[in-house]
């Protein structure tokens, strides 16, 4: 069965830190492209980062440059999120997406992705 699944999500204090990990099973994670969104209640998806096949290649919404990080490990097949300095706007259900690519480059948030995960809810409140 082909799918991922995001784990690491809760409830974590203005300023506070969590990673969020995104496992793939059924897939080989290096030929695809994997991009991080969220989406806050009553609001659209937000592409908030992505990262290319090989993890060279990096990007983030302005709204968190600076204290989220993307990163791969292929070898394991998991991509995670390491978020800092968590504000209550961050609050959503933050998805991973995966796309395969001919090319080595970090999708954007409008691609077709050909895989998504089930979501976990992260929640930044005092």
């Known amino acids: 069965q082909l799918q991922l699944v995001e784990s690491g999500g809760g409830l974590v204090q203005p300023g506070g830190s969590l990673r969020l990990s995104c496992a793939a099973s059924g897939i080989i994670l290096d030929v695809n492209g994997i991009r991080w969104f969220r989406q806050a209640p009553g609001k659209e998806r937000e592409g908030v980062s992505c990262i290319s096949r090989s993890g060279g290649s990096t990007g983030y919404a302005d709204s968190v440059k600076g204290r989220f990080t993307i990163s791969r490990d292929n070898a394991k097949n998991t991509v995670d999120l390491q978020m800092n300095s968590l504000e209550p706007l961050d609050t959503g259900v933050y998805y991973c997406?995966?796309?395969?690519?001919?090319?080595?480059?970090?999708?954007?948030?409008?691609?077709?992705?050909?895989?998504w995960g089930q979501g976990t809810q992260v929640t930044v409140s005092s």
């Open positions: 997406a995966a796309v395969r690519l001919m090319r080595d480059y970090c999708p954007g948030a409008g691609v077709t992705y050909d895989y």
